[in-house]
């Protein structure tokens, strides 16, 4: 069985949906969501049967976000390997920033700076977030980077040398020219579960199968359809992942990141590995 872990916006759907269509087995959302059902109950509105074939008895993965849902699905269930899907910080904080319910963000400056609580919530400003990052966002954008790297810190230090475990690159993921080859070798982790006829089916036609999976709707958070979300504006989205405020912050926590890990994490087998991929965000002119 898989952890299948990711920081949101990163893919989780789109994975769990490929490896429930290729293995016939489900995959739970995050336990402590009881909205967070399995890929196979959503609706989809390109092809609602496309995952029929999908045994209900059968329990492939569990969904994870953060270091404890991970570490408590490990502990609660036979975790053989974690899938850890990973985004470019820059690119998967801004999402999830953009993509937050008014209510979520509510609740964490009410915990972090009581002040100014609901104030995003009563501000016109709540859906266009270009072009700069708020002095008030900073801390909710320094809360997301440490759950990011707390989740692949454990991986590299721990969950890596689990039997099926593998890194998921997302933008080799996403990618037309890298999303085959990126997807044969993480399920070849999987082979003795695959159903080989599906597994060709879905390579036969995987562009289908993206598409396929974005037009499911019935999830636990409704995504870019959500009405509770920031904005629905990709431009606005995309501008605020380029403003050069967001970027100063993301970069100063990696750098911050490649530090601790080379004065903690030197003689860890994972060292390099970890180095080299936070050194690879790294902003260069």
């Known amino acids: 069985m898989l952890a299948i872990a990711s920081f949101p916006r ?3 759907h789109l994975y769990r949906y490929i490896l429930e269509y290729v293995t016939g087995q489900f995959t739970q959302g995050i336990p402590a969501n009881k909205r967070d059902i399995p890929i196979f109950n959503n609706i989809f509105e390109l092809q609602p049967d496309c995952l029929s074939h999908v045994d209900r008895s059968k329990l492939l993965g569990i969904k994870c976000h953060t270091l404890g849902q991970t570490a408590n699905a490990i502990t609660n269930y036979q975790i053989t390997g974690v899938h850890i899907i990973v985004r470019n910080p ?8 953009c993509n937050a319910s008014r209510t979520s ?16 919530v009563s501000s016109k400003y709540t859906r266009n977030l270009v072009p700069f990052l708020p002095i008030y966002l900073e801390d909710y954008t320094k809360d997301s980077f440490i759950k990011w790297s707390q989740l692949l810190r454990s991986y590299y230090e721990n969950w890596m040398y689990f039997d099926d475990s ?5 933008e080799n993921l996403t990618n037309v020219s890298g999303r085959k080859n990126e997807l044969i070798s993480s399920l070849a982790k999987i082979k003795k579960e695959i159903n080989q006829e599906k597994y060709n089916s879905f390579f036969a036609d995987i562009g289908l199968h ?5 037009s499911g709707k019935d999830r636990a958070w409704g995504g870019i359809r959500s009405s509770k979300a920031l904005t629905f504006d990709t431009k606005s989205q995309d501008a605020f992942s380029k403003s050069k405020a967001f970027i100063d912050v993301i970069e100063s926590l990696i750098i911050d990141e490649v530090s601790y890990c080379k004065e903690n994490l ?18 260069t002119e």
């Open 10 to 12: 990163s893919g989780n």
């Open 90 to 97: 820059y690119n998967a904080i801004a999402s999830h920033i």
């Open 105 to 120: 963000l509510q609740q964490f400056y009410f915990r972090k700076k009581n002040k100014i609580a609901g104030y995003i």
């Open 266 to 283: 030197k003689k860890h087998p994972g060292y390099n590995q970890y180095l080299d991929l936070l050194t690879s965000y790294l902003k």
């Open 166 to 170: 593998h890194l998921i690159n997302y």
């Open 210 to 214: 993206y598409k396929i999976s974005s």
